[in-house]
């Protein structure tokens, strides 16, 4: 595995969280969106990661042991939205949105689980920077003993 080979890995990860960090801020600026293009209330969107690259399973790996494992990264497969969370219904007739019994459905975003989600994803990004950093220190102190 070259030095270069990591920093490509750490900047997959990188990207990856910025991108789920991008995902997060969308879900809580439309916390309160009621009406879609569609029509429907907003619904919250959740990232998918998967490693880049080798596709086995990690039993495989467990298997053979000396098959000397090097990771690629990681990439974003998916943005799906979330069917599994309820959507939050709040009773207010003169509301826009409210149907014929006077509900309004309200996103199915919670402010809790997004800002520890967002926290979650920061801590991530720093330590993917963390190891960006290490691996460039170790470059450049192998550059310096060339010298």
Same mark, same amino acid.
């Given at each position: 595995m070259s030095i270069f080979n990591s920093f490509a890995i750490n900047a997959s990860g990188m990207s990856a969280q910025r991108f789920r960090m991008d995902v997060i801020a969308q879900n809580v600026a439309n916390a309160n969106t009621t009406r879609t293009e569609d029509g429907t209330a907003y619904r919250r969107k959740i990232?998918?990661? @998967? $490693? +880049?690259?080798?596709?086995?399973?990690?039993?495989?790996?467990?298997?053979?042991?000396? @098959?000397g494992y090097v990771g690629n990264g990681v990439k974003v497969t998916s943005v799906t939205q979330d069917y $599994?969370? $309820? /959507?939050v219904k709040t009773y207010d007739p003169s509301h826009p949105d409210a149907d014929e019994d006077g509900y309004v459905t309200y996103p199915n975003v919670n402010i809790v689980t997004e800002m520890t989600n967002l926290i979650d994803a920061s801590r991530a990004f720093e330590a993917n920077t963390t190891a960006f950093e @290490?691996? +460039?220190? /170790? @470059?450049? +102190? &192998?550059?310096? /003993? &060339?010298?």
């Open positions: 990232v998918t990661f @998967a $490693e +880049k690259g080798n596709h086995q399973t990690f039993d495989r790996y467990l298997a053979d042991s000396t @098959a $599994e969370t $309820e /959507m @290490a691996s +460039k220190s /170790m @470059a450049s +102190k &192998g550059l310096q /003993m &060339g010298q």
